[in-house]
C-alpha cells in the first residue's frame, strides 16, 4: 500500500519569501515522488520528479523539492515565491512494484500576497 | 511531453442523463486513466483505460456506472452514466508509458455538474 499525507490545507507567504509545501509518504518498495500544480480551472501541470540519484530535484518555474528517505518526506521549495504561484500543489508518490498508479495528496492551497 | 486534450471541456447537465468525455492524445501512449476530483478534492483514481480490453476498474468504481473505450493508442472515453449531483467533478485524463519512473500527464480536465 503506498499514501500521500500533506499536512497542511493551506500555505500563506508573502512575495519574495521562501515558500515550502510538506510532503511525506508512504511505500512498500522504493519511492518515485512527483510534484503537480493546479490552476484554478486548469488540469493538473508536472512540476518535478525524483527517481533515484541526488536527493535535491530541480524542476519548472524555479521550484525545488528535497528528498528525505529517513524523514519519508519529498518537500516543495521556491526560494523567492511569486503571486503568480498561487495555486493548488498536489504531492504524488509511485512504488516501483505499482506499474503505474499514482497516490495523491489531498493538495496544499498556495496563497502569495503582495 | 504528450499533449492531451479533453471534450467537452465543461458541461452542465440534467440528472439522469449520461455524459461522454473524451481524451485526445498526440501521440501513442501505453497507459491512459481517467480520475475525478470531486470539488475541494485531491484526485481519485477511476480506472485504468486498456487497448483492446476491459478497463481496470478500483474500488468503488464500476463499469455500468463508468463505462470506458480505448480503441486505439491515442484515444479513449469515459461515460458518466444516469447522472446524480454527486456526479459533480472535474474528471481528468492522464497518460504515461506505463514504466514506473515515467512522469504521468494530465489533460486540462472536464467539469461537469449535474442539476
Known amino acids: 500500500a503506498q499514501s500521500v499525507a500533506q499536512p497542511e490545507d493551506q500555505v500563506n507567504v508573502a512575495e519574495g519569501n521562501p515558500l515550502t509545501v510538506k510532503c511525506t509518504y508512504s511505500?512498500?518498495?522504493?519511492?518515485?515522488l512527483f510534484w503537480y500544480v493546479q490552476y484554478p480551472n486548469r488540469g493538473l501541470q508536472f512540476l518535478l520528479k525524483?527517481?533515484?540519484?541526488?536527493?535535491l530535484v530541480k524542476g519548472s518555474y524555479g521550484f525545488e523539492a528535497e528528498f528525505n528517505k529517513s524523514q519519508t518526506s519529498f518537500h516543495l521549495k521556491k526560494p523567492s515565491a511569486l503571486v503568480s504561484d498561487s495555486a493548488l500543489y498536489f504531492c504524488a508518490v509511485r512504488s516501483t512494484d505499482s506499474w503505474g498508479k499514482l497516490q495523491f495528496g489531498a493538495g496544499t492551497q498556495v496563497v502569495v500576497t503582495p | 511531453s504528450a499533449v492531451i486534450s479533453q471534450k467537452p471541456s465543461r458541461d452542465i447537465c440534467q440528472r439522469g442523463t449520461s455524459l461522454t468525455i473524451q481524451c485526445q492524445v498526440d501521440s501513442q501512449v501505453t497507459m491512459m486513466f481517467w480520475y475525478r476530483q470531486q470539488p475541494g478534492q485531491s484526485l481519485t483514481l477511476i480506472a485504468t483505460?486498456?487497448?483492446?480490453?476491459?478497463?481496470?476498474?478500483e474500488s468503488g468504481f464500476v463499469i455500468d456506472k463508468f463505462p470506458i473505450s480505448r480503441p486505439n493508442l491515442t484515444f479513449s472515453t469515459l461515460t458518466v452514466s444516469n447522472m446524480s449531483p454527486e456526479d459533480s467533478s472535474i474528471y481528468l485524463c492522464s497518460v504515461s508509458s506505463g514504466r514506473a519512473i515515467e512522469t504521468q500527464y494530465f489533460g486540462p480536465g472536464t467539469r461537469l455538474l449535474v442539476l
Open positions: 511505500v512498500s518498495g522504493n519511492p518515485y
Open positions: 483505460a486498456n487497448q483492446g480490453s476491459e478497463a481496470t476498474y
Open positions: 525524483y527517481i533515484t540519484g541526488d536527493n
